[in-house]
């Protein structure tokens, strides 16, 4: 900073004493203006710092990191950029000599995925149809004393074990009904079962317990 030299002696006349504050007034406000030049552009500097160095740490995953975090969507990758969006987006466009805006990211449609369900039990498997009808005074119309027909049936799989086989036991529950004035449907009910609405049956149960605590052997070789 530059200012005149006070050392010398000082004005006695009012006119050459108020030039002289004057211009230290305004030697002050030229060096006051530098220091916030100054400071304005060490705060953008800073801040393309801080930018440059983010990118440099997501680069560094994209490259070094796991999986989980190299599968990170790609429009997550621009939120942690947007502090400093204001000073790299300015010097981009004055490198493109524009206001030109960036290309978007196509993002892919939300696809829904299936519902797992059970998985069928191989076709290949011995089935044992058991077939439960209702009791006889059940498949007889209280109301018209008519025979019920039969209109339908549900088939429940189990999962079961014979020694040296495993055989899948279907329960056939035939439903019956009046069709002349319809007047309920019936239907055998399931057996007692070890496991409600479970697939396993008695006999696998009996076989998994004992080969474990009885035979000693791993799960995985059941």
């Not at 939120?79 to 400093?84: E, G, M, N, S, V």
Request: include cysteine; hydrophobic fraction near 30%.
């Amino acid at each position: 900073m530059e200012t005149q030299e006070t050392t010398g002696p000082l004005p006695r006349d009012l006119t050459s004493a108020h030039q002289l504050i004057a211009a230290l007034y305004g030697d002050l406000d030229q060096s006051s203006k530098r220091e916030r030049v100054l400071h304005e552009q060490i705060v953008a500097e800073r801040r393309r710092t801080e930018a440059l160095e983010q990118q440099l740490h997501w680069l560094r995953k994209q490259v070094f990191g796991r999986r989980s975090e190299k599968g990170v969507p790609v429009e997550q990758h621009a939120l942690p950029f947007a502090t400093a969006a204001g000073p790299v987006e300015a010097d981009a466009r004055d490198e493109d000599g524009g206001d030109e805006h960036a290309a978007r990211t196509a993002v892919p449609a939300h696809t829904r995925r299936p519902r797992g369900g059970r998985t069928p039990l191989p076709d290949d498997l011995p089935r044992e149809i058991v077939e439960l009808l209702p009791a006889d005074a059940d498949r007889c119309c209280k109301g018209c004393q008519t025979e019920k027909v039969r209109i339908g049936e549900d088939r429940t799989e189990e999962l079961d074990y014979v020694p040296a086989s495993i055989v899948v036991r279907v329960y056939v529950r035939p439903k019956y009904a009046c069709r002349q004035c319809e007047n309920g449907v019936v239907q055998a009910a399931l057996p007692a079962r070890p496991i409600e609405k479970g697939r396993p049956g008695p006999g696998l149960l009996a076989h998994v317990v004992t080969s474990k605590y009885g035979d000693h052997l791993p799960l995985y070789r059941l």
